[in-house]
């Protein structure tokens, strides 16, 4: 996992991570567990959004972890991806 820093402003940072399509769920997880996350973004290599979706605490336990499921195999088809991370400060 390759992780960049990008643009910040008052309230938000914004980070990129490469990774292998089977490493994303494990990398998103690791993620969620660290907190303070608003929105979450999937690239494939050529640029292309595959997944995104805001973070808020209801959504991280009833709808996020099933849909992650499903994500991950198809993240895993496509190979090397971009995870794009917005957070609170």
């Known amino acids: 996992m390759k992780k960049t820093k ?31 996350i608003r929105h979450i973004l ?3 290599s050529s640029g292309k959004v595959l997944f995104q979706f805001p973070l808020t605490a209801g959504v991280i336990g009833v709808f996020f972890l099933p849909v992650l499921a499903g994500f991950g195999a198809i993240a895993a088809l496509v190979g090397d991806c971009t995870i794009s991370v917005e957070r609170n400060k």
Do not use: A, H, P
């Open 6 to 36: 990008k643009k910040s402003t008052q309230k938000t940072k914004k980070e990129e991570y490469k990774v292998s399509g089977k490493d994303v769920v494990n990398t998103i997880k690791k993620l969620v567990k660290e907190g303070n």
């Open 42 to 44: 999937v690239k494939n």
